[in-house]
Structure formats: C-alpha cells, structure tokens
C-alpha cells in the first residue's frame, strides 16, 4: 500500500503508516525497545541513545525513536553493537545520577546487564537540591539530562522557554537562564516539566516532602478523575490521595485536550485549595 | 620532490592575494567566465568527473552532494564555506585562505551558481580576524566584478562561536541561526533540509579551492596530479617532530614517508629521529606505527588498510622519546573540553576516558576502555562522540604501540 512501508525488524517483517519511526515499527513488530528520552507527547530529543538499533548500511547505529522508518529497511535490535551500546548508557548515567526515582533507568539497567559500578568513581552530578519555591523541588543529582522538561516548557507544549540547557560537555545542566532561582525566571509554575521528568529530578513539593518523611506509600494513594473546575477548557484532571489530602495532579498523556499538560491552577491550585483549609 | 602547487599560488607569483591581478594570474577570472556560461547540470557534472572529495575530512564526493542540493525540493538555497577549522593540528584552510583568498570564494560562486542559491555564508574561527579581513577585502574585489551582490550572490562573513563543534556541519547550521552550536540529527541532511529548513551546500575551504582550480582548467588538467581514486592534491599540517613543519601541497597517492621526510617537504625527522608513531587526522585521527607509514599512500584505500584516514590532513609526527599514553590523555582531555553535552555516550564517555587514562586505566582497565570507545563510536549523535575514541581505539587495538 502506498501510505505504509514495510521493513524487516529482526528478520521479522512488519508493515507500518508512512512517517511512523522505526521505534513504532518496532513495537507494531511486538520487539520492546529500551527509550529514555523519548516521550509520546514530545519531540525526540535524540539524547539518551538508549534506544539504538542497527540498520543495515548504516555506519552508526541510529536512534529508532527520531528514525522514521523507511521502505526495506534491515533492522536489527540486539545485535552485540545495540547490546553493548545500551549497556554503556546506563552505566554511563549510573555513574553520574542518582536513579531511585527513575524506573525506565533502572529497567534499562536490568535488560542490558549494566554494572552500576564499572564507571563509577568518578565525576558525578551530585548537587545540593534546590527548593526555591513551593509549588516544585529540583534535584538535579538525579538529572539525566534527556531534554524533556525543555520540551515541555518550549515549543512542544507550554510556549514559555523558561529554562534551556546551559554549559557545554559534562557541565551541561538544565538552566532557567543565567543561572537565576525558578521564582526570578520566565517559569509560570505549569509543572509540565515535572509531569515529564523520567527521574525525580523535578518532583511536586508535597510529594517530595512526603518521600523525605518516608509518608509516601503508592500502595495507600488513590486515583480519582475529575473535569479541572478553573476554567472552561475542560482539562482531565487525576488526583492523587493519600489519607483524604491530594498530594499530587496529573492529567493523562493521552488525554484529547491536554495532552497530559496544565496550567498552575490545575496542578497546583487543589493541593493549595485544601492546604488553606 | 618539489612541492606541487595548485590551491597554494606558485611560489613565483607576483600579484598581491586579494587584487585584481591575482584574479587573472591564477586564471579565476576564467573560471568564473567559463562557469558562468554552463548551466548547473553541466557544472555539476564536471565537478563529478573531476572527482574532487571533500577535504574537511569525510571525503564525500562533492559533485554528488551537488546534485543532491540541486535536486531538493524547495526554492530558497544557501551555500556555506566552512572555514572554522578547529580540529587539531589543522592550520591549512588559514594558510590557504592568507594565501590566495579569491580561489576559495570563487569555488563558493561556482557551488552557489550550480546549486541556485542566492545568499552564501562563510563561517570563519573567531580568532582568524586577519584572515576574516583578507576574506572580506577579496569580497569588495569580487562585488566590483560584479559577481558578489544583492544582483548576483550575496555573500556573507559569519564568526564562528569559538567550539570545536561549531565546524560539525549542523552545529554550524545552528550556529548560523543564532541557535546553540549543538548537531542536529542526521536524517534530513543538509542537502535536504539546512538553513532554515531550506536545501544547503556546505564545503570545506579547501574543497571550494578545489572547485575554483578545476574551473579555471578542465577534468583532464585535474586529473593529471593525484591517483584515478582520488585526483588532485591534498593539503597536509605538518607538526611534531619533523625539520621543517609547515603546510604541504602534496598529490594524492604520494608515499607517506616520503612526506616527512623529502627536503622540499618535511625535511626529515627531528628530536631523537627515530618514529614512534604519526597521529592522522588530528585528535579525531588515528595512531599509525612507523611500517605502517612505510606501507602507505597518501589515498584513502591505502591508508583503510591500517583503519586510518586523512581527515582534515593534520599529519603530527611522534619521535621515540614521546610518550603515547601522554598524547591519548591530552586528546581525551580536549574532547572532554569540546564535547556539547547532547548525547550520553559523549557527555559522559569523554569524561570518563580522561579519568580512566589518568588513573593508568590503559594497561588495568582496557576491556571497559574498548567497550565504553565501541559505544561512543557506535551511538553517539555526531562525528565528534563517534571519532573521539578513534585514537583510543587505535592503541588498544595495538598495545604494543603504547611506548614508553
Ligand atoms: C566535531 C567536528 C568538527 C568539524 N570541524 C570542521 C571544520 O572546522 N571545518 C570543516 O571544513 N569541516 C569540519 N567538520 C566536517 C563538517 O561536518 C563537514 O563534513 C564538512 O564541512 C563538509 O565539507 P567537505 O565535504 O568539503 O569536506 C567537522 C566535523 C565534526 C564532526
Ligand atoms: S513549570 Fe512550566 S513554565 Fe516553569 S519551567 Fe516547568 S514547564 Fe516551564
Ligand atoms: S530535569 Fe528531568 S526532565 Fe529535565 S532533563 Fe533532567 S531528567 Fe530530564
Ligand atoms: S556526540 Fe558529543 S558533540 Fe556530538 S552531539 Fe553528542 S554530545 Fe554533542
Ligand atoms: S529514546 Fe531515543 S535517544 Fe533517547
């Protein structure tokens, strides 16, 4: 058919529409690929290369969550390249990044066999938290620099460009300019970022201080869904309980309307509704 | 062997680099003539069969990434003369560019004519601001021929913002922008899909000089220098331990020996005059041991054989008395410092070469050395985190080489 392409994923062959990444053609071929960065809502940033593959005649390997899929492509996800490159990345943030809060860090550590200590020992991104406002905590000693909250904040959902990458090589960070606290920035307080941070690094403040109390038990949270009553949009919201206080607000990532996306009211406005109580 | 002399002016000519009559002494008044009668197809095709590869270091074939920028889809295109030359030991597209300014900025009239683009930009390293001088006094000389302005091409002088990565293609695209100088993924390429989204030619200095040579004689004058793989000369930065090191007009397929040691050439080994090794291609290059210099060319398919490349042609040449593993750190320590931080492999990989190198990590720790050098070259996003570990990897795969 014109408007699909077929292509082979490990000696599988699989058909899938024209446009979509090879990632996409990889999970149409049921083949889990390893991703980090990538993120359904946002634009790939290409940076983690967790989830390389080979393609045949291709001298590098390529990132299949940017890579759109082409007719007859040769397509291999865990040969010893792919293999050892994925390894390497997670020892890589493994030894530079505090991941208790990053699940898809740890499941790629898992799957390839890293060794959290083999780079260790060396120069890590260990930082001080900053909590310079009340509504989001930064603990970039977890950051893996995937470039999502910049996304988040730019072009890909939120428009305001409130932070960026700053610094060059192993000094580059997350920087919401000139080095300036969050509250002095561009930064309206959406929190879209922390909705797509894969790590903890950027986390709600309640949440944050739950988990510093050892108060945060995901098995005593419920979920509730209710219609966001701040405006007319109708932005899904899903509030998250823990002994009748709502400790967090998220929306869903496939949700029509927001796309997993908010504004402060939404996000923050219940937690604080309740907290003048 | 004398040195040949084709993009550096022969030694006996008299007018001055950026003037009237240098334009008709090196015969660029010709070759704009002669392009400017030709359609693009037919300036295309003899930039094809002139073989001409680019010199900035990949040696892609430069008559086929003209068709593919003719080709693209879209009305608005750009020409870049990338003039950032950053890479180590690489000093020939400012010799070059000191030395005969007008040839490198006619090559860009010939691509901008070929590819029907309007505006063309040359991204300069911020600290050639003699040569950026030189650059835009041969601009005024171009404009009063009436081949540079807003009724022919518009061409413009672009700083660059000081980063080894600047020069990578995309960054510089970037960088043209006003955006960070951080590569951008490969699919679109900048044939496709350059400057602003639209279809971009970027050549090196010494490509574009190239152009200008051939344009000013034909396919045959061309071909008459160099091996049938690989026509034309090749300029070669030759540092380190040699008598007389300098920047070298050399044919292709040329004795690499020969290079360091002819009188007109290098002169012969210096220091203890005995080889331990050459670095080729500077820091993104690789380590080759003296027969393996014995052995080859100055050609591409010569020097595959022992996994090297020409590259930029930064040749450094390493007597006995030099450490190897000193060299290693001190190129770890560069890419760790040049690095911009997008990818994992690279961001994090250069740091942690530099810190296994010091900790003597050559001799302990060699296996997580090759693995973590295999993943940089394999995934990482651009040229500069898939080379860096080139050199790397070209001692480990030689532990005898390490010397002292
Ligand atoms: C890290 C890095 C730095 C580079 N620096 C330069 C440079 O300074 N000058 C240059 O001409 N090419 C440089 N290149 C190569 C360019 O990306 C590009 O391939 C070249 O300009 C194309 O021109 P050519 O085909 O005429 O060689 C660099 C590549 C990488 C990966
Ligand atoms: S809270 Fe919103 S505005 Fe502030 S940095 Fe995050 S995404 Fe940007
Ligand atoms: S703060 Fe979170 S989302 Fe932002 S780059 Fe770091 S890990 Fe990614
Ligand atoms: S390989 Fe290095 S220089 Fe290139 S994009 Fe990745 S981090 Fe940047
Ligand atoms: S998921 Fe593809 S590069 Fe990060």
């Known amino acids: 058919m014109a408007d699909e392409v077929t292509l082979t994923i490990d000696g599988m062959s699989v058909a899938v529409p024209r446009g979509s990444t090879v990632r996409a053609a990889c999970e149409a071929a049921l083949v889990s690929i390893p991703t980090l960065c990538w993120h359904s809502n946002l634009e790939p940033a290409n940076a983690c290369r967790a989830c390389v593959v080979e393609v045949k005649g291709s001298r590098a390997l390529v990132a299949s969550c940017s890579r759109v899929a082409e007719e007859g492509m040769d397509v291999q996800t865990a040969s010893d390249r792919v293999r050892n490159s994925r390894k390497v990345v997670a020892e890589l943030l493994l030894s530079t990044s505090d991941a208790d809060l990053a699940p898809d860090l740890l499941h790629l550590a898992e799957i390839s066999g890293a060794d959290k200590n083999r780079f260790a020992g060396g120069a890590t991104w260990q930082q001080p938290v900053k909590d310079d406002n009340s509504l989001y905590i930064r603990d970039l000693s977890k950051c893996i620099l995937c470039y999502r909250c910049v996304e988040a904040c730019g072009e890909d959902a939120q428009n305001t460009f409130a932070i960026s990458v700053a610094g060059r090589g192993f000094n580059a960070h997350i920087d919401a300019g000139f080095g300036r606290e969050l509250p002095e920035s561009d930064c309206v307080f959406c929190g879209n970022c922390v909705a797509v941070c894969p790590t903890g690094a950027l986390i709600g403040k309640t949440e944050w201080t739950l988990r510093q109390n050892g108060q945060w038990d995901e098995d005593r949270i419920s979920q509730t869904e209710t219609i966001c009553s701040y405006c007319g949009v109708g932005c899904e919201l899903n509030l998250h309980v823990l002994e009748n206080r709502i400790v967090k607000v998220n929306s869903p990532m496939d949700h029509p309307v927001t796309h997993g996306m908010l504004c402060v009211k939404g996000r923050y406005g219940y937690e604080f509704a309740q907290a003048g109580e | ?349 250069t740091r942690r070469i530099l810190e296994l190198l010091d900790q003597e990590g050559l001799k302990t720790r060699a296996e997580d050395l090759r693995e973590l050098a295999l993943a940089m070259r394999d995934a990482s996003i651009c040229g500069l985190g898939q080379t860096a570990p080139v050199a790397l990897l070209s001692i480990l795969d030689r532990p005898e080489r390490q010397g002292a």
């Open chain 2, 1 to 349: 062997m004398p040195e040949t002399r084709r993009l550096l002016p022969a030694l006996h000519t008299r007018s001055e680099p950026v003037s009237r009559e240098r334009l008709t002494e090196r015969g660029f008044d010709r070759a704009m003539e002669r392009m400017l009668s030709m359609q693009p197809e037919d300036i295309i095709a003899e930039v094809k069969a002139s073989g001409i590869k680019g010199r900035g270091g990949a040696a892609f074939p430069t008559g086929i990434k003209w068709a593919g920028v003719h080709a693209a889809a879209g009305g608005t295109r750009y020409v870049v003369m990338n003039a950032d030359e950053s890479e180590l030991g690489t000093f020939k597209d400012r010799v070059l560019l000191e030395q005969d300014p007008l040839g490198a900025l006619v090559g860009v009239l010939i691509a901008a004519h070929a590819v029907r683009a309007r505006k063309a930009y040359c991204y300069i390293r911020g600290e050639y601001r003699e040569v950026e001088q030189r650059l835009a006094a041969a601009l005024t000389i171009l404009a009063e021929c009436g081949w540079v302005g807003p009724d022919a091409v518009d061409v413009e002088i672009r700083r660059g913002a000081g980063a080894y990565i600047a020069g990578e293609e995309t960054a510089l695209l970037n960088s043209i922008e006003g955006k960070r100088a951080e590569p951008r993924v490969k699919p679109p390429f900048p044939t496709n899909h350059g400057l602003w989204g639209a279809p971009t030619l970027i050549q090196n200095v010494e490509t574009m000089a190239n152009v200008a040579v051939l344009f000013a004689h034909d396919v045959q004058w061309f071909k008459e220098c160099g091996t049938p793989e690989t026509p034309g000369t090749k300029l070669i930065g030759l540092s380190g331990y040699v008598r007389h090191p300098g920047v070298y007009e050399v044919p292709f397929g040329y004795p690499m020996t020969n290079i360091i040691h002819d009188e007109d050439l290098g002169g012969g080994l210096s220091g203890s005059e005995r080889l331990r090794a050459i670095l080729l291609g500077g820091a993104a290059g690789t380590f080759m041991a003296p027969e393996e210099v014995e052995a080859s060319l100055l050609d591409y398919g010569s020097l595959s054989r022992y996994g090297a490349s020409i590259g930029s042609g930064a040749l450094m040449v390493f007597d006995d008395t030099v450490d190897l593993t000193w060299v290693l750190k001190k190129l770890a320590r560069f890419f760790a410092d040049e690095s911009c931080g997008q990818c994992v492999p690279c961001r994090i990989g």
